[in-house]
Nanobody
């Protein structure tokens, strides 16, 4: 079955950087778009970034544009989220997502999820 394992979260000061990784297994990674979502305490899960199967197309939430970069390495079955200029409002559990189907949009939010990794940004 599909398994997604995130890593790379932690505690960082405002203005700092982190890189999250998500290792996927269970089916052909390069057939699917991938995405990152986040959920802050007391809030709903929200879309952060998405990348298509080849890495040639990306999409970002307005709140992270210009600060976060999503990328993927199909040889390593891994998707990354480089987070720069972090702000306290970026504090959340970050989840990796792979859509159920190869033609489904990540932003639909229907897919397989990892267990999440905590990112905490102190002011």
């Amino acid at each position: 079955q599909v398994q997604l394992v995130e890593s790379g979260g932690g505690l960082v000061q405002a203005g700092g950087s982190l890189r999250l990784s998500c290792a996927a297994s269970g089916r052909t990674f390069s057939d699917y778009g991938m995405g990152w979502f986040r959920q802050a305490p007391g809030k709903e899960r929200e879309f952060v970034a998405a990348i298509n199967w080849s890495g040639g197309l990306t999409n970002y939430a307005d709140s992270v544009k210009g600060r976060f970069t999503i990328s993927r390495d199909n040889a390593r079955n891994t998707v990354y989220l480089q987070m720069n200029s972090l702000k306290p409002e970026d504090t959340a559990v970050y989840y990796c997502q792979q859509p159920f189907g190869p033609t489904m949009s990540v932003q639909e939010g229907r897919g397989y999820w990892g267990q999440g990794t905590q990112v905490t940004v102190s002011s």
